[in-house]
């Protein structure tokens, strides 16, 4: 079974740090560019983050570059996403997603997605 599973979020004062995981099984990752995506209440889904199939390319959000750092370790399987500085209005459901080919910043374009975990930043 295809599964993505998310993990690490949580409530954090602003100027924290949350280290989000994504695991995968049922296939292998290195196989896949993820992407990581949020979504805010009454907003619509935006794209954070993505890293290649051999992890040897990323890239970044405006919003985040400098602050959020993605990584992929192929032998866990599992794609990290660590967040620093964080800031109220990093506060979103956030999704990691896998696509068969390069990153991409449209989120239809992605076969497999995780269930969420929420984000909340807030004093």
């Given at each position: 079974?295809?599964?993505?599973?998310?993990?690490g979020g949580g409530l954090v004062q602003p100027g924290g740090s949350l280290r989000l995981s994504c695991a995968a099984s049922g296939f292998t990752l290195s196989y896949y560019a993820i992407g990581w995506f949020r979504q805010a209440p009454g907003k619509e889904r935006e794209g954070v983050s993505c890293i290649s199939r051999t992890g040897g390319s990323t890239n970044y959000a405006d919003s985040v570059k400098g602050r959020f750092t993605i990584s992929k370790d192929?032998?866990?399987?599992?794609?990290?996403?660590?967040?620093?500085?964080?800031?109220?209005e990093d506060?979103?459901?956030?999704?990691?997603?896998?696509r068969a080919f390069g990153c991409s910043d449209y989120a239809g374009s992605y076969t497999y997605w995780g269930q969420g975990t929420q984000v909340t930043v807030s004093s």
């Open positions: 079974q295809v599964q993505l599973v998310e993990s192929n032998a866990k399987n599992t794609v990290y996403l660590q967040m620093n500085s964080l800031k109220p506060t979103a459901v956030y999704y990691c997603a896998a």
